[in-house]
């Protein structure tokens, strides 16, 4: 099985491939243009590297949100387009997901928080058991520091993921412990090894009609509802 990972849902992205229990190689894709300008060729020079081509590839697994909504839409379409016409397998996973497996290969913590810096004063959450990094304590949410503190211990848990400095300051002020002095980002070498892991639980049956987990409604969604 020849896998292609894709993440672009925050603006260090990242394509993967993998076959049969082996990352083969990871290309992370430092964008200051849009992931619309890198993903592609990113592809093309990892497949090129192990000697492979598009049609070799046997599944896509993609990061399915949430996070920026341009790059969460980005690698959705890119994977339907990908598998749709070929048929072959698509998985996806929760981005916050890939941070939590991410974070569990670090050392041994008994459950994490992941977290994406999901601006206007809030953070996209979910919680996960962190043997399996599948194993959802709670579904990814959009809250305020606060509200999030309020309703989990963090004592608890072990922080992980992509926030701004205020953000992990006031969690710190509560007691809250990270899993890196640094962020971390969804990988898609985490993406791969979920679906190795997990295949059942990220197929998703009908490429075509599959949609992204944005958890919360775009800037210009809110604009038009609100006219």
């Given amino acids: ?10 603006a260090e992205g990242s394509v993967a491939l993998g076959r049969d229990g082996v990352i083969l190689g990871e290309l992370i894709l430092s964008v200051r243009a849009t992931h619309s300008e890198t993903v592609l060729p990113a592809i093309d020079e990892l497949l090129t590297g192990a000697g492979q081509c ?13 996070g920026s909504f341009t790059g969460v839409r980005i690698a959705a379409a890119l994977a339907r387009g990908i598998c749709f016409p070929s048929g072959i397998a698509l998985l996806a996973y929760s981005s916050l997901a890939a941070i939590a497996h991410e974070a569990a290969g670090r050392g041994q ?18 919680g996960y058991g962190s043997t399996e990094a599948h ?14 503190l309020e309703s989990l211990d963090p004592e608890d848990w072990t922080f992980a993921g992509v926030v701004s400095s205020p953000q992990r300051a006031q969690l710190s002020g ?5 899993a890196s002095d640094a962020d971390i980002h969804p990988r898609a070498a985490s993406l791969i090894r979920l679906s190795w892991k997990h295949p059942e639980t990220g197929r998703i049956p009908n490429p075509a009609q599959w949609e992204p987990e944005y958890v919360r409604s775009s800037s210009a969604e809110r604009r038009v509802a609100s006219d």
């Fill in 135 to 148: 194993d959802v304590l709670f579904e990814p949410k959009a809250s305020s520091i606060a509200d999030l």
């Fill in 1 to 10: 099985m020849l896998t292609l990972g894709l993440d672009t849902s925050t």
């Fill in 109 to 126: 913590v008994d459950q994490i928080c992941a977290l994406l810096d999901a601006r206007r004063d809030q953070v996209y959450a979910a």
């Fill in 174 to 178: 509560a007691g809250a412990r990270f």
């Fill in 54 to 66: 598009a049609m070799d590839l046997d599944a896509v697994v993609v990061g399915a949100g949430p």
